[in-house]
């Protein structure tokens, strides 16, 4: 498995349980965002900054996917890894794996787009400049 681009911990705690004492599914949605987004921030100034560069609107999720592999419980420490896994055109896609120690917890999937206004209208926009900003080069 290829090494993370960015990680991040996650304290759990009863706040993010549900009744049974587990994380409640949606949490995991928020972290895979927050991931993503401080992600940014590090690389290259943060999303209001990349956008205000790029003339963009947003680089916003399009899809999402998680597959919960084993409970996470109050009082656990996530480690919640990011990988840019592929860049097309106009998407890409992110992979993110949580894990507590070596136990896997959580596995998810997002895809992004980057948005533009062009002739009055909302459109994906070319993925090329992001990657650029963020100082990444295509593969060979």
Same mark, same amino acid.
């Given at each position: 498995m290829q090494a993370p +681009?960015?990680?991040m911990e996650v304290q759990i705690s009863f706040g993010h349980c549900d009744p049974a004492g587990i994380v409640f599914y949606p949490n995991?949605? $928020?972290w895979f965002d927050r991931c993503f987004h401080s992600f940014l !921030?590090?690389?290259a100034g943060g999303h209001r900054k990349?956008? #205000?560069?790029? +003339?963009? !609107?947003?680089i916003g999720l399009m899809d999402v996917h998680a597959k919960f592999l084993s409970p996470a419980l109050d009082g656990d420490l996530m480690t919640l890894e990011l990988r840019l896994q592929e860049?097309? +055109?106009k998407t890409l896609t992110l992979d993110y794996?949580? $894990?507590i120690g070596d136990r896997h917890v959580v596995r998810g999937t997002e895809l $992004?787009?980057?948005f533009i #206004? #062009? +002739?009055? #209208?909302?459109r994906a926009g070319e993925m090329a400049p992001l990657r650029a900003a963020l100082g990444l080069t295509a593969p060979v």
């Open positions: +681009d960015f990680s995991y949605f $928020r !921030q590090k690389a990349l956008c #205000r560069d790029l +003339d963009a !609107q947003g860049w097309g +055109d794996l949580g $894990r $992004r787009g980057m #206004r #062009r +002739d009055g #209208r909302m």
